[in-house]
């Protein structure tokens, strides 16, 4: 072999390497960002979010009293708002919300606030809100990317009208300048555009029934996500191509595609699939990872958490949120419950003893042991001897996910059999909606309805 022909073969060889060096590099960056994707979307972790931070802009100047129609609206930056007011206690609002171009989108439709403490509770004795005591409505989830809020009495009378607005993702303290308040007649927002959640089959293969109208109205479009499969499903074939082109070895591009498949394969999310059902206990995501720095509150409540004897029926709600967060948002929202819940309505701990959110991961809620009859303030005067089991959204025209239910059916059963509860002992199975034990309109009738085949599942594979 001459000499010219040996460095031809170095060159070749050199080039070779080169090569499959960077496409080693792309494929290894492919599959790191499926990963981190899909395990995103699972919500498992702490995403290690700062404290979330509240603060009160009042709308009405005094006493002043106002009707239908009248609208004021905030400079603000926050992620998660709430209307406060005297008078009528059945008012009901619009949220409207800007974007970072100006644009204003319909948020949600209020609902009342209809939780509550028992009598003679801890958050009662500490002053926990009630909705005869305080007339607030549910915390609204307005998403990132947002410079203003629109609120617009649509029915009834108030006074005294204030507008808290939380931040619960970057630590710093929302914004509040009023910018108008008045009757006003602006062209309406647009209407909401995001599709309709699917009435999906139980994670066991039900069909739920049909589900009546509702007026409640959920964010016009996605909150900001984090992300998500498929942007790792995007990253990951565009790697691939370009490894291909580079090494030019079908050997190497097979083997490729079969990581890129099992990893999506094994960490897809599950929001519309039907095996989205978490295990549980193992799957709950303890109080430590999700919120370790949001405790009790030691200062209102010094007792710590209370407990009842027994814990023998479970209460579903459902959080009149909007249902277009996207997983990495399941948190920030439940943070910001918990500010609205501790900081504004002066409770002892959120009042929800576990959330699901809509892609069926469960949480722990009010701390004092998954495993224990903790007495939250979610029902109120039903609290003792009930664990209230919050689904994160809005759940009056449209059914949670196929996997949320799931979660949801064997939440219920774990819960009800280590508390020594026998759901056939009970027509009801001892799973009640919101609305069975207080005028309200929660679960929302889509996910009432469905309760039903949650009745069924959780028996059949008792």
């Known amino acids: 072999m ?4 040996r460095r031809l ?3 070749q060889i050199r080039s070779r390497r080169t090569k499959l060096v960077a496409g080693a590099v792309l494929a290894a960056a492919a599959v790191a960002v499926l990963a981190a994707g899909a395990f995103g979307q699972q919500g498992q972790g702490s995403p290690h979010l700062p404290k979330p931070q509240v603060d009160s802009v009042a709308l009405t100047p005094g006493s002043l009293p106002i009707d239908a129609g009248w609208e004021g609206q905030v400079g603000t930056d926050a992620d998660l ?4 007011w005297n008078g009528d206690q059945g008012a009901k609002y619009t949220f409207e919300v800007r974007n970072g171009n100006g644009d204003w989108r319909k948020a949600a439709d209020t609902q009342v606030f209809d939780n509550g403490p028992d009598p003679g509770s801890q958050d009662a004795l500490a002053g926990g809100a009630t909705p005869d005591s305080k007339h607030v409505s ?3 989830w307005v998403g990132k990317d947002v410079s203003g809020v629109r609120v617009r009495l649509d029915d009834g009378s108030a006074q005294d009208v204030t507008l808290h607005v939380i931040d619960s993702t970057s630590g710093k303290k929302p914004e509040k300048n009023v910018e108008s308040t008045g009757v006003n007649t602006p062209a309406p927002a647009p209407p909401p555009t995001e599709p309709p959640l699917s009435a999906p089959a139980s994670s066991s293969g039900a ?4 589900s009546s109208t509702s007026t409640t109205t959920t964010t016009a479009e996605p909150a900001q996500q984090g992300l998500g499969l498929g942007h790792g499903l995007a990253a990951a074939a565009v790697a691939t191509l ?7 070895r079908r050997r190497a591009l097979a083997v490729l595609i079969a990581i890129v498949v099992l990893v999506g394969s094994a960490c897809a999310p599950t929001k519309d699939g039907g095996t989205g059902a978490r295990p549980i206990p193992d799957a709950i995501v303890a109080r430590s990872s999700w919120a370790p720095d949001l405790p009790w509150n030691w200062n209102a409540c010094p007792g710590g958490p209370d407990y009842a004897s027994h814990m023998s029926t479970a209460i579903v709600h459902h959080t009149v949120n909007s249902n ?7 948190v920030g929202i439940m943070r910001g419950i918990w500010a609205y819940h501790v900081q504004l309505l002066g409770y002892c701990d959120i009042a929800y003893n576990f959330i699901i959110d809509n892609y069926g991961v469960p949480y722990e809620g009010r701390l004092g042991g998954i495993d224990q009859a903790v007495i939250g303030a979610h029902s109120l005067g039903y609290n003792t001897g009930t664990t209230g089991i919050a689904m994160l959204g809005t759940f009056s025209s449209v059914t949670p996910s196929n996997g949320a239910l799931g979660t949801l059916e064997n939440l219920i059963r774990w819960k009800l059999y280590i508390h020594g509860d026998n759901p056939f002992d009970d027509p009801a199975a001892d799973i009640l909606g919101h609305r069975d034990v207080y005028a309200t309109e929660c679960p929302g009738q889509a996910l009432y309805d469905y309760l039903p085949y949650t009745r069924h599942f959780v028996k059949q594979y008792w």
């Open 2 to 5: 001459d000499r010219k022909t």
């Open 81 to 84: 708002v709430a209307v406060q």
């Open 138 to 140: 549910e915390p609204v």
């Open 207 to 210: 069909s739920p029934p049909s």
């Open 242 to 248: 370009a490894v291909a082109f580079i090494v030019r």
């Open 324 to 330: 277009g967060y996207g997983p990495g948002d399941s």
């Open 9 to 11: 073969r170095r060159i």
